[in-house]
């Protein structure tokens, strides 16, 4: 069940970044996103998400402590080493940013709010249900997760 709780954080960030700033472009917010999770820094690694996204990435950031994530395997490791970056669309308050690390590329959507480009991550509010019932079911068996 942590290797789970693992995979959909580290698919919800890669799905796709206090101090995301004004993003100009989905491109400056992937790589402020990145940034925040090479450091670490959960707040601003929300702040670079939209709303939605960012309130599920809490949940499950939360969910992954509650529940004694694997200490040994941290995924914000993920991010090590070198993104690069294929088109870019926008369409309005939509775009998509075609991003490849290690061979593989993914296309990542953001959404502009306040005047800033942010992830979108809509399926990610689904993994947190999903984490949920997972929690509950450990936590009927006794186990907790832990």
């Known amino acids: 069940m942590i290797r789970i709780l693992n995979t959909l954080v ?5 799905l796709a970044v206090v101090g995301c700033g004004k993003a100009r472009s989905p491109k400056a917010a992937f790589e402020q996103f990145v940034a ?5 820094n959960e707040d601003k690694m929300v702040a670079c998400m939209d709303k939605d996204t960012g ?12 529940m004694g994530a694997d200490k040994k395997k941290n995924p914000m490791d993920e ?3 070198t993104f690069s970056y294929g088109e870019q669309t926008i369409d309005g308050d939509k775009a998509t940013l075609e ?4 061979g593989k590329t993914q296309t990542i959507a953001f959404t502009k709010e306040d005047g800033a480009w942010k992830i979108s991550i809509p399926e ?3 993994g947190v249900k ?17």
């Open 10 to 14: 580290v698919a919800g960030m890669v």
């Open 36 to 40: 925040a999770a090479k450091g670490g």
């Open 55 to 66: 309130s599920a990435m809490k949940e499950v950031l939360a969910l992954m402590k509650d």
């Open 79 to 81: 991010f090590k080493g």
């Open 99 to 102: 991003v490849t690390k290690d």
């Open 124 to 126: 990610l509010q689904q």
């Open 130 to 146: 999903m984490l949920k019932g997972f929690k509950a079911m450990a936590d009927a068996m006794g186990k907790g997760g832990k």
